[in-house]
C-alpha cells in the first residue's frame, strides 16, 4: 500500500446510515466533500474534552462543574470559542 502523505493512516469504519449521511453533508457543506475533515474536527472536540475532564480529575473531583457550567465553558474555552491574541 502508498504511504500517506502528511503521517495520516487510513481507518475502514461502519457507521449507521443517518449517521454516514449526517457526515457526508457536513462534509459538503463545510469542506468541499472532505469526510475526513469532519471526522477531524469530531476528534478534536472529543481530545478536548476529554482534557477538561483530565484536568477536573486532577483536582479530586472538586469543582465538578455543573452542566450549565460546562456549556458556558464550552462556548468561552472550548475548539469554537474566539480566541485574543
Given at each position: 500500500?502508498?504511504?500517506?502523505?502528511?503521517?495520516?493512516?487510513?481507518?475502514?469504519?461502519?457507521?449507521?446510515?443517518?449517521?454516514?449521511?449526517?457526515?457526508?453533508?457536513?462534509?459538503?457543506?463545510?469542506y468541499g466533500?472532505?469526510?475526513?475533515?469532519?471526522?477531524?474536527?469530531?476528534?478534536?472536540?472529543?481530545?478536548?474534552?476529554?482534557?477538561?475532564?483530565?484536568?477536573?480529575?486532577?483536582?479530586?473531583?472538586?469543582?465538578?462543574?455543573?452542566?450549565?457550567?460546562?456549556?458556558?465553558?464550552?462556548?468561552?474555552?472550548?475548539?469554537?470559542?474566539?480566541?485574543?491574541?
Amino acid at each position: 500500500m502508498k504511504k500517506r502523505p502528511g503521517g495520516t493512516i487510513h481507518l475502514s469504519i461502519s457507521l449507521p446510515a443517518e449517521e454516514a449521511k449526517i457526515l457526508r453533508r457536513r462534509a459538503k457543506r463545510e469542506y468541499g466533500g472532505n469526510v475526513s475533515r469532519v471526522v477531524s474536527d469530531a476528534i478534536r472536540y472529543i481530545a478536548y474534552d476529554e482534557g477538561r475532564d483530565a484536568l477536573i480529575a486532577s483536582f479530586g473531583g472538586k469543582g465538578k462543574p455543573t452542566p450549565a457550567e460546562a456549556r458556558r465553558f464550552d462556548v468561552e474555552w472550548g475548539p469554537s470559542a474566539k480566541k485574543s491574541a
